[in-house]
Nanobody, 126 residues
């Protein structure tokens, strides 16, 4: 089974920053859309951000625009979510995901993703 290794979650004060990472040696980023999702306690999972397989046209949820940045490193088979100006409402378990979609110039989190990380918890609290 193809797996990811997620890292970077933790406890941070409001206004602070965290950087999540998702790595997989099998992940050829030019063939996959990659994304981050989150699920807060008692709420449904929501898409946070994605990058399409051609590396352009990232998309973000309105709630994180201007604060979160998704990026990828094709050489290291890794992608990241830089989270700045964190708010208590960002508290959730964050999941990375990938979807086979070669040569795609756009991405969306409103579709099925084939491969998922195990989740890493992020808590924003004073």
């Amino acid at each position: 089974q193809l797996q990811f290794v997620e890292s970077g979650g933790g406890l941070v004060h409001p206004g602070g920053s965290l950087r999540l990472s998702c790595a997989a040696s099998w992940l050829t980023l030019s063939l996959y859309d990659v994304a981050w999702f989150r699920q807060a306690p008692g709420k449904e999972r929501e898409g946070v951000a994605c990058i399409p397989s051609d590396g352009e046209g990232s998309d973000y949820a309105d709630s994180v625009k201007g604060r979160f940045t998704i990026s990828r490193d094709s050489i290291l088979h890794t992608f990241h979510l830089q989270m700045d100006s964190l708010k208590p409402e960002d508290t959730a378990v964050y999941y990375c995901a990938a979807n086979w979609n070669p040569r795609s110039p756009i991405c969306t989190t409103l579709t099925h993703y084939d491969y998922w990380g195990q989740g890493t918890p992020v808590t924003v609290s004073s």
